[in-house]
């Protein structure tokens, strides 16, 4: 293994943490990035403390990664293998999530992802609370399918990584009681992608919005909140935050 990839595996063993504490800062200090709150609902220290216990399983990702490395997966490493290789983990993980994600939610799997749906309103430590078996399936089925692909057409170790990445920054986002993106973000690019409102919706509501980066998953087969786009321009247009749980805005 190169100091490069140990480093690599380092920043995904800790990320989620410096992003939960770069958030938590935030919310303490009450910087004027969380002005746009979506649930006028306090969070206790109750469940910061639940869901920082929780984190203990984070570096899971960068354990598992490492033994698929260890046992010879991933072996290119050309640029345009990268790109080629984060786009197709891109694709597999919106599909892997969405599936996994919405089995959770059948009551025979559901002790899995129970943990994480402890916390109604997100906190800045609710995007590293997850049970140890919701991590462990997650990464395998990310995993297992991307290293059978990888006995066909090699794979880019930092590729696959670097989805890593991205989605311990993307999802500390998903996952704060306020949001972040501008007032017109659904008149274009959130059309396509997801927004912190979107997945505070999931949590509240507890079911609905399963998508993880984008939307087109919910849309196809209808499980997108229809009151989602009046409710995101009511917190990051209007700065109306919700009083309720249940709330809705048709
Ligand atoms: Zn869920
Ligand atoms: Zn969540």
Same mark, same amino acid.
């Given at each position: 293994m190169t100091t490069n990839a140990?480093?690599?595996?380092?920043?995904? %063993?800790?990320?989620?943490?410096?992003?939960? *504490? @770069?958030? =938590?800062?935030? !919310?303490?200090?009450?910087?004027?990035?969380?002005?746009?709150? @979506? =649930?006028n609902i306090e969070i206790s220290d109750k469940q910061l403390a639940r869901e920082l216990k929780n984190s203990i399983h984070t570096p899971l990702h960068a354990v598992i990664l490492a033994a698929f490395l260890y046992a010879g997966c991933f072996p290119?490493?050309?640029?345009? *293998? !990268? !790109?080629?290789? @984060?786009?197709? %983990?891109?694709?597999?993980?919106?599909?892997?999530?969405?599936?996994?994600?919405?089995?959770?939610?059948?009551? /025979?799997?559901?002790?899995?992802?129970?943990?994480?749906h402890k916390s109604h309103v997100n906190s800045p430590f609710t995007a590293i609370s997850f049970s140890f078996t919701e991590k462990l399936v997650f990464d395998l089925g990310y995993l297992i399918v991307l290293a059978l692909l990888d006995l066909v057409f090699p794979l880019n170790f930092y590729g696959v990584a670097g989805w890593y990445v991205g989605y311990l920054i993307v999802n500390s986002f998903s996952h704060a009681n306020f949001e972040l993106r501008p007032g017109d973000y659904n008149s274009?690019? *959130?059309?396509?992608?997801? /927004?912190?409102?979107?997945? /505070?919706?999931?949590? /509240?509501?507890?079911?609905?919005?399963? *998508?993880?980066?984008?939307? %087109?998953?919910?849309?196809? !087969?209808?499980?997108?909140?229809?009151?989602y786009?009046?409710? =995101?321009?009511?917190? %990051?247009?209007?700065?109306?935050?919700?009083?309720?749980?249940?709330?809705?805005v048709e």
């Open positions: 140990i480093i690599m595996l380092l920043v995904i %063993a800790t990320l989620g943490h410096v992003m939960a *504490g @770069i958030w =938590y800062m935030a !919310f303490r200090n009450k910087w004027s990035i969380c002005d746009r709150k @979506i =649930y290119d490493r050309e640029v345009t *293998g !990268f !790109f080629i290789t @984060i786009a197709i %983990a891109f694709v597999w993980a919106e599909i892997w999530h969405y599936a996994s994600h919405r089995a959770m939610h059948l009551k /025979s799997l559901h002790w899995i992802h129970v943990e994480h274009m690019l *959130g059309k396509v992608l997801t /927004s912190t409102t979107y997945h /505070s919706l999931h949590h /509240s509501r507890y079911t609905g919005n399963y *998508g993880l980066a984008t939307r %087109a998953l919910d849309q196809i !087969f209808a499980t997108e909140w229809t009151d786009e009046k409710l =995101y321009r009511r917190v %990051a247009s209007e700065h109306r935050p919700l009083d309720k749980l249940r709330e809705k």
